[in-house]
């Protein structure tokens, strides 16, 4: 399998009001499909208390909140803001594919010029966003679909034995072989919210016709939904975390190229 792990520079803006901040993990995951989401942005009336979750993501995962105020009833400012940025982008050139999060069809126009360019445009939404806007888009996808899908089993991974957001103890996740040995840094513990973060890239990523996939491929993917780095649990490279890692084999190729495949 040819690795052809995409390089574009991806923009996504966010329409807070027409968006839920519990889907951003998937959305992150698909436009890695399209490339490095460099640009990300969320729009609205920050001082909203509804836009909390949105104000958490963003310290998360690196949005720029942009504040726009509701200056009139029934007239929605931050579509507006979301739209010339959008020109904006789009004209300086350095941009090379959108993901537009809104279910709101006055973004149809947006999608319909940015494709015009010869960009590609992923509107991501509730399945109640009006047919319109789902076809301006070059993909369109129901937000509601992705997050039914994006929790799959971890297979033979210990469950957490303590509160559900306490972290699995690295002795009861590593091989004994692993666990055991002597290590020259202290590993982090892995947790469920990494073991998840690893399955949803692997899932994500192209596999040949062996069942494996690119390591760099999936660390991409990886990296485009957090601010993961292998060094932050105590591993040099991400190979050395995927072998500490159950339920995975990694396999290495000629000329130096990893690969590996989740075991069921």
Known sequence: MTDQTPTRNIALLIDADNASAATLDPVLTVLAELGTVNVRRVYGNWTKPGLKPWRDMSIKHGIEPQQQFDITKGKNATDMKMTIDAMDLL????????????????????????????????????????????????????????????SPSLGEAPAPTGPPSAEIPIDQVLPPAIAGAPRSKAKAPVGPELLKLLVDAYDASKRDERGYVSLSAMGQLAANRSSFDARNYGYNRLSDLMEAVPNFQIERREGGRSFVKRLR
């Open 91 to 150: 004209f300086r050139g350095r941009v090379e594919g959108f993901g537009i999060m809104s279910s709101d069809s006055d973004f149809m126009p947006l999608a319909m010029r940015i494709r015009q360019d010869g960009l590609p445009v992923y509107g991501f939404g509730a399945s109640k966003t009006p047919e319109a806007f789902k076809q301006a888009c070059t993909r369109f996808i129901d937000v509601g679909a992705l997050t039914s899908t994006a």
